[in-house]
């Protein structure tokens, strides 16, 4: 056999969204919410988990074990991640479960509502007055 039937191929890594690089099992589980999040966060600024595990104070080891199993992270580290990241801790923990706003100009409903703002309070509740009015009859 001649050695031109063998082509070296480099071994293809499959992706994993939290471990860049780094040697080890991929998951069984997706991870917890806030595991998602601070890989999210983590990647989003361009770092590595050593480079974030430096930054936070604590081994690298560490951090993948909260960006891939922790369900229960400690107070102090929820933190320290928040302050780094410039988020809130509801936001790491994913309890602002409020969907985004869509990008785009205001309702109609919004623009007649700040309008309605502005009116002086007797024609403010003139026009309350009128749309009870409409709704019940619409009812």
């Given at each position: 056999?001649?050695?031109?039937?063998?082509?070296f191929t480099p071994r293809r890594e499959p992706e994993d969204?939290?471990n860049d690089g780094m040697a080890g099992r991929p998951p069984?589980?997706?991870?917890?919410?806030?595991?998602?999040?601070?890989?999210?966060?983590?990647?989003?600024?361009?770092?590595?988990?050593?480079?974030?595990?430096?930054?936070?104070?604590?081994?690298?080891?560490?951090?993948?074990?909260?960006?891939?199993?922790?369900?229960?992270?400690?107070?102090?580290?929820?933190?320290?991640?928040?302050?780094?990241?410039?988020?809130?801790?509801?936001?790491?923990?994913?309890?602002?479960?409020?969907?985004?706003?869509?990008?785009?100009?205001?309702?109609?409903?919004?623009?007649?509502?700040?309008?309605?703002?502005?009116?002086?309070?007797?024609?403010?509740?003139?026009?309350?007055?009128?749309?009870?009015?409409?709704?019940?009859?619409?009812?």
């Open positions: 056999m001649s050695t031109s039937q063998f082509a969204p939290y069984l589980k997706p991870a917890p919410a806030f595991g998602a999040n601070l890989a999210a966060l983590r990647k989003a600024r361009g770092l590595t988990q050593p480079q974030l595990a430096e930054a936070l104070g604590i081994t690298p080891e560490m951090l993948n074990y909260y960006e891939r199993r922790a369900t229960n992270p400690s107070a102090d580290f929820i933190g320290k991640a928040a302050a780094f990241f410039g988020a809130s801790a509801d936001d790491l923990l994913a309890l602002n479960t409020k969907a985004p706003r869509k990008p785009g100009p205001p309702s109609q409903l919004t623009q007649l509502t700040e309008r309605l703002a502005k009116l002086p309070r007797a024609k403010q509740k003139f026009v309350v007055e009128m749309l009870e009015g409409l709704l019940k009859q619409a009812n």
